[in-house]
Structure formats: structure tokens, C-alpha cells
């Protein structure tokens, strides 16, 4: 028996009036998902705690069998695992994002912040202007001073490492959550540390502002990445070993270090993929190739596309309608067909992580549906998968429970 666990970040959302009130999963085409959804079983599942913050690190976590409660240490921390990065003990690890904050002749505290992707600046782009930042002496001396070191992702996710740096009190706050908001309101706030890392923000806008990196994405029409932002920070953790846990093999194929990092944590292979960009253009044949080929020497394989999450926080509602209708077609539909001649049994998980909602572009708590399908049974609900209809499914209270449900050890 082979297992697979599909993921497509965001997909779940609210009905759209725009959309005769249906959502992006009921309003796009989804023949492949509709057919595992009819076959398999349908249901929902909280994959966000209550009281736990909505995003990719608590669902993740949760989808994997960690529960974010006890092994959630911040997001920054796992995707610095990702890329092999250390973080000491009493060492800080952030998201450092290239942002775009509003050309307007306010002070830096009164702007708007317009992207939390710098415009998705593309990653040797973003990689040449982080490092122009942390080279011109007047930013290389306030980050030394702050302990900080900045690792570039070659994209415009970075990770900052602060040795022995202090969070307690600190809020800090995701800037995907908060596009569009004067950043005076969201900056980090509470504590001498707070005050340290605005100023490397503050002072990383004015000296980003006029790069001529971003006077030329202006030329053309594109958002500058003219900010820095802080966010997710946390310490490192200890994950429980994944096969020795569930006892099954596995890899993991994604886009972004966050996913990547979990794996790591978890003892699970990862898989990278050239052209796998995480936004709406990106490798899906590739990804899809590349795990289905880990399921020949592992029991258990992951894909993860981030697509549908990043259109909805750019607001562009159609791209995420064909994100989805691309997972369809570009992964699952080739999927099963390998899956199919291959002749072995095998079961799926099909799921959205969490909900990213197309009304705040930011993300959602609220249980989101899943797909478990065995190529054994044809359980024929008639169902399609859609928020709606996974409402007369069974419900799953924590996700936690997920891998346990896919291998089999727990039933519904």
C-alpha cells in the first residue's frame, strides 16, 4: 500500500458574491477532485487549534501529527531547518520579507503596506537586494549592533538569525495578514528588542526606496520591494521522528521552506524541484513526477503547492480559481492515471491546509474539507469537493488525527 498526501495551500475560502455566491473550489472545475471526493470520503477538519494563530506552520504541523500546541516554536525556526541553518539556543530565527510599502511622501510609519512579497519579486532579484542592504555600512553596522545575520532564500522569503535575542512581550504581526494597513498599527511592538527591529525596518526602507533595483521595477510597472519585515519569529525545536512514529517511510516535495523545514524536523526526505516557484506559474508536472518517484522507495509521499494561498494574499481571485483548477488537472489527473497502471493499491489525502479568504486576503481558522481516498472502495456520495458538500461528510475535531486516518490506525 502506497500513501499520498496532497496539499494545496489556501484553497478553502468563502462563498464570492462576485462568483453567484460560490466559492474558488465550487466555482472552479475540478473533475479529478470531484471524482475523489464521489469515490472516497468527505468530511472537514480543524487543522487551526482554537486559539492557535491561522497559518501554514499551525495547519502543517497539525496535518503531519504534531500538535502546534506543544511543538510550535515559531515559523521562522522551521524553515531555517530547511536550509540548514543553525539556531543556537537563546538565538532568535525571523521571516525577514521583502515588502512594499506605499510610495508616499509620509513618514515610514504612516505608510500603507501594499505587498508582503515585495510585488513577488523575483528570487535573484530579491537575493541582490538584501545582500546590497546588509552591505552598505550604515545598515551592516545597525544589523551587528542588533546581532542580526540575514540568509538569503532566493525568493523573497529570508530568514535573520539574532543571536540571543529577546521576543518576550514582542508582538509581532504576519504582513499577509495585513495588507492595505497604515504599518504604524502592525510594526513590532513592546520591549527594547521591539524598538531594535523597527529601526533595521525603518532604516531598510529608505535605503531600499531608491535602489535601483526597484527604480527599474517601477519603470516597468512593478511594485518595489522597498521594505523589510520581521515576522514569525521563533526558537529551534526537537520534532518526533516521523517513521518512527507512524511507521512509514516518506518524502516531502515542496515549494516553500516552511513545508520543507517540517520535513526536515520530521526525518522525511526532501525532494526539490527546478521551476517549483510557489506562485501561480510554477512546475507542477515536475513536482507531480517527483512524487510519484518517491513512492517507489518510500511508503508515503507529500506535495505541496502554494499557489492558491499566494494569489488570494495578492488579491487576484482568478488566478487562484485556476490554481486550483491546475492541481486538478497538472497533479491529481496525472496522478491517478500513474497511480491506476501501477496496479497497487494506494490512499490519498487531499486537503487545504487552512482557509485564505479572498475578502481579507489573509488566512482563516475555520475547518476546511478533506478528501480521503482508497483505490479499493468507491464509496459513490455523489459529492463534490467543496466546502459545502464536505459539510455532510465526517468531521474530524483536531488534525492531528489525519495521518492516523490516512495509514489507517484510527478510523473516522
Known amino acids: 500500500m502506497k500513501y499520498i498526501l496532497v496539499i494545496g495551500d489556501g484553497m478553502a475560502d468563502e462563498p464570492l458574491s462576485e462568483y453567484g455566491g460560490k466559492t474558488p473550489l465550487q466555482y472552479a472545475s475540478t473533475p479529478t477532485m470531484d471524482k475523489l471526493a464521489s469515490a472516497g470520503k468527505l468530511g472537514t477538519v480543524r487543522t487551526v487549534s482554537e486559539g492557535m494563530p491561522a497559518g501554514s506552520d499551525v495547519a502543517i504541523l497539525s496535518i503531519f501529527g504534531c ?4 511543538y510550535l516554536a515559531g515559523r521562522a525556526a522551521l524553515e531555517a531547518a530547511a536550509s540548514g541553518i543553525t539556531v543556537l539556543p537563546g538565538d532568535i530565527a525571523y521571516r525577514c520579507n521583502m515588502v512594499t510599502l506605499e510610495d508616499a511622501d509620509v513618514p515610514f510609519e504612516k505608510k500603507k ?5 515585495g510585488g ?3 528570487g535573484d532579484l530579491a537575493d541582490a537586494l538584501l545582500g546590497d542592504l546588509f552591505a552598505l555600512p550604515e545598515f551592516a ?8 545575520t540575514v540568509f538569503p532564500g532566493n525568493s523573497f522569503r529570508h530568514i535573520a538569525v539574532q543571536a540571543q535575542g529577546d521576543i518576550d512581550g514582542i508582538h509581532f504581526f504576519p504582513p499577509h495578514d495585513h495588507l492595505g494597513t497604515v504599518i504604524e498599527s502592525i510594526l513590532p511592538d ?3 528588542n521591539a524598538n531594535v527591529l523597527k529601526h533595521l525596518m525603518k532604516l531598510a526602507h529608505e535605503l531600499l526606496d531608491k535602489h535601483p533595483i526597484n527604480d527599474a521595477l517601477r519603470a516597468e510597472g512593478k511594485l518595489p520591494a522597498n521594505g523589510i519585515w520581521f515576522w514569525a519569529q521563533g526558537t529551534s525545536k526537537v520534532l518526533p521522528n516521523f517513521t518512527e512514529k507512524y511507521g512509514k517511510t516518506g518524502a516531502i ?7 520543507q523545514g517540517i520535513g526536515v524536523l520530521l526525518g522525511l526526505d526532501i525532494i526539490m524541484v527546478d521551476g517549483a516557484t510557489g506562485e501561480l506559474h510554477t512546475n507542477y508536472e515536475g513536482m507531480t513526477e517527483a512524487a510519484l518517484s518517491a513512492l517507489e522507495d518510500h511508503d508515503f509521499s507529500t506535495i505541496h503547492i502554494e499557489a492558491p494561498d499566494e494569489c488570494t494574499h495578492n488579491g487576484d481571485t482568478a488566478g487562484k480559481i485556476q490554481a486550483i483548477e491546475w492541481i486538478d488537472s497538472r497533479v491529481l489527473a496525472p496522478m491517478l492515471e500513474q497511480l491506476d497502471k501501477t496496479g497497487k493499491d494506494f490512499r490519498m489525502l487531499v486537503i487545504s491546509d487552512h482557509k485564505t479568504l479572498t475578502s481579507t486576503r489573509g488566512h482563516d481558522g475555520t475547518p476546511v474539507p478533506y478528501i480521503i481516498y482508497d483505490s479499493r472502495i468507491d464509496h459513490q456520495t455523489g459529492l463534490r469537493f467543496c466546502e ?4 455532510c461528510g465526517s468531521h474530524i475535531d483536531t488534525g492531528t488525527s489525519l495521518m492516523d486516518v490516512l495509514f489507517e490506525t484510527k478510523d473516522f
Open 253 to 259: 516535495v515542496s515549494e516553500v521552506p516552511l513545508c
Open 67 to 70: 500538535d502546534p500546541k506543544q
Open 141 to 148: 553596522a545597525a544589523a551587528q549592533a542588533a546581532g542580526m
Open 120 to 122: 513577488s519579486i523575483e
Open 113 to 117: 503596506i501594499l505587498s508582503h512579497s
Open 190 to 192: 513592546g520591549g527594547d
Open 388 to 391: 459545502a458538500d464536505a459539510e
